[in-house]
């Protein structure tokens, strides 16, 4: 797709049970960023991967979240034992770009987010 | 790492008017974005704007890195620029630090 694609769009979910989020990059794109969104709130960093260098893993809020990009493409976010704080939009956005390559930019293209809602 | 200020919080406009939106960062950064998130939810880049000045249409962004500042000026407002606007910095394209962001509500 033209776009960065995430899915589901909407999970409803019981506390404990574990989810599973999807992110489908720009093809090309070479970093990707899970960010988290409370109800009103900013974006809260969780995880960045780029390229095959090992990612960035410290904004996991805890070690009920995982995440994984296979073959430098999709990525998936794991949430186990959901709790209810756990509640927001998961947003996953991608960029061609990384430190110095020419002409860089690094302009953050978002996927329409995952709405998680535990009950 | 970097903190993010942003402000106003809250801004409500008539049509038609004027506003400039203000992004404080505590850190050197080469890396400075401005976004719009729509009332569905959708994040849209508006500037990649590390320094110097742009526009685009209606808008326009100046950054003074030195000062660790941005400015996100709006003219002319019309009720489609409702929304919520970020601000996000970064330093070697990392982790992005977005501010709180400034809920623009623009009244017909």
């Known amino acids: 797709g033209a776009g960065v694609s995430q899915s589901p769009s909407n999970k409803v979910t019981e506390k404990g049970k574990d989810v599973e989020l999807r992110c489908d990059p720009i093809?090309?794109?070479?970093?990707l960023y899970w960010y988290r969104q409370s109800l009103g709130q900013g974006l809260e960093f969780l995880i960045y991967f780029q390229g095959n260098s090992a990612p960035d893993k410290s904004g996991l809020p805890s070690d009920r979240f995982s995440a994984e990009r296979t073959g430098g493409s999709v990525s998936t976010l794991t949430i186990q034992r959901t709790q209810q704080e756990d509640s927001a939009v998961y947003l996953c956005?991608?960029?061609?770009?990384?430190?110095?390559?020419?002409?860089?930019?690094?302009?953050?293209?978002f996927g329409e987010g995952s709405r998680l809602t535990v009950l | 790492g970097i903190q993010v200020e942003q402000s106003p919080p809250d801004l409500i406009l008539q049509e038609g008017a004027n506003s400039t939106l203000r992004c404080n960062f505590s850190?050197?950064?080469?890396?400075l974005q401005w976004f719009h998130q729509n009332p569905w939810g959708q994040l849209i880049n508006l500037f990649y704007?590390?320094?110097g000045t742009k526009q685009n249409g209606r808008l326009s962004a100046t950054t003074v890195a030195t000062e660790r500042y941005s400015l996100l000026y709006i003219s002319s407002s019309q009720t489609t620029d409702s929304g919520v606007y970020f601000c996000?910095?970064?330093?070697?394209?990392?982790?992005?630090?977005f501010g709180s962001g400034t809920k623009l509500n623009v009244k017909p």
């Open positions: 704007i590390p320094s």
């Open positions: 956005a991608s960029s061609l770009d990384w430190p110095g390559r020419a002409g860089a930019d690094g302009e953050l293209f």
């Open positions: 850190d050197s950064v080469n890396n």
């Open positions: 996000a910095v970064s330093y070697n394209f990392n982790k992005f630090y």
């Open positions: 093809s090309g794109h070479t970093a």
